[in-house]
């Protein structure tokens, strides 16, 4: 197994409405399905779960290239599933953000606390970060 000590690692909380969690998981499954080749070239490591609320769907996630990360956020496609899935959430969505114990703390300066930058602003909700 190997070990990162650089870089950024988000957990990303999603608070769904639960008539639409099943639009939800479809939307994001088009995204990862869609990104797939980005994904095994850019990620260090996904996972994409449920806690013990079926309505709480989580996101860990740590890339090897955030300017990757950010043509990625910039496409159409990107926009329009993210949009999809905000609009399925019943509160914002909340990104809590990490910096390696190698890597500087200055990574987290480009997410700030507060509304996303990053993100789609014409949802039904938002993503903040906390």
Same mark, same amino acid.
């Given at each position: 197994?190997?070990?990162?000590? *650089?870089?950024?690692?988000?957990?990303? !909380?999603? #608070? =769904?409405?639960?008539?639409? !969690?099943?639009?939800?998981?479809? +939307?994001? !499954? &088009? @995204?990862?399905?869609?990104?797939?080749?980005?994904?095994? #070239?850019? +990620?260090?490591?996904?996972?994409?779960?449920?806690?013990? %609320?079926? %309505?709480?769907?989580? &996101?860990?996630?740590?890339?090897?290239? @955030?300017?990757?990360?950010?043509?990625?956020? $910039?496409? /159409? $496609?990107?926009?329009?599933?993210?949009?999809?899935? =905000?609009?399925? =959430? &019943?509160? /914002?969505?909340?990104?809590?953000?990490?910096?390696?114990?190698?890597?500087? =703390? *200055? +990574?987290?300066? #480009?997410? /700030?606390?507060?509304? &996303?930058?990053?993100?789609?602003?014409?949802? $039904?909700? /938002?993503?903040?970060?906390?």
């Amino acid at each position: 197994m190997g070990t990162i000590t *650089t870089g950024v690692v988000s957990i990303s !909380r999603f #608070k =769904l409405i639960p008539s639409k !969690r099943q639009e939800f998981l479809d +939307a994001h !499954r &088009s @995204e990862t399905a869609n990104a797939a080749d980005f994904l095994d #070239k850019y +990620a260090n490591f996904f996972f994409f779960g449920f806690g013990r %609320n079926e %309505n709480e769907w989580v &996101s860990i996630e740590s890339w090897k290239d @955030e300017e990757a990360v950010d043509q990625l956020r $910039a496409s /159409p $496609a990107f926009k329009q599933i993210a949009k999809r899935m =905000l609009d399925c =959430l &019943s509160a /914002p969505a909340e990104i809590s953000v990490y910096a390696g114990e190698d890597g500087p =703390l *200055t +990574a987290l300066d #480009k997410y /700030p606390i507060g509304l &996303s930058k990053v993100h789609p602003h014409d949802a $039904a909700m /938002p993503v903040k970060y906390v």
